[in-house]
């Protein structure tokens, strides 16, 4: 019987945790070196992990080459793969322009949840990246932004904000703290 290279991969990962008494997290997290030996990595983990961002509708386009380089090092040296935007103002413009770019280069996935149902013909949604959270569909048009976010924050492990002064932003950077989310601060340049 011939035994696959995935299952003896398996049956190797499986014998190290048991050996070395190393347990596997929910996030599944092992060393990169256990997975790819012998190719110079270095020791850090592989993450499959999630993020979100929160900002003002009036954020200023100086901001986006330091939100780029943020969602560079997030990619990189975090292991951040699933991004979650919204689509209400500058901030969310310019989080999903950036993800939008960034998926050429990088194995990423990124998500524009909506609110709302979208109008027919709105020009700025190509559709492709749109998703409607998880019973939305019971929520009052009122509460529809709150419901979003919180689908969103809930579904995420680090949060990128840019907050200067009180309003939702600042409200959903709050509630990420609260919840021991890794909350990542953009500055004015």
Known sequence: MIITRLWVDIIIVW?????????????????????????GITRKE??????TFFGHRDTPAQIKPQLRQVIIDLIEHHGVTQFYVGSQG????????????????YPIHYAVVLAYLPKENDP?????????????????????????NRWMLDRS????????????????????????????EISDV
């Open 90 to 105: 500058n901030f969310d413009v310019m989080a999903h322009s950036l993800l939008s770019e960034l998926e050429q280069i």
């Open 15 to 39: 014998f190290l945790c048991e050996v070395t008494r190393i347990r596997v997290d929910k996030r599944n997290k092992l060393p990169v070196e256990w997975l790819y030996p012998n190719m």
């Open 157 to 184: 492990d680090v949060v990128v904000t840019y907050v200067r002064y009180p309003g939702g932003a600042g409200k959903y950077k709050a509630l990420a703290e609260r919840k021991g989310k890794t909350v990542v």
């Open 124 to 148: 700025s949604l190509d559709g492709s990246h749109t998703i409607l959270p998880d019973g939305f569909e019971t929520v009052p048009p009122r509460f529809a932004i709150d419901y979003r």
């Open 46 to 51: 592989v993450y499959n992990m999630n993020c």
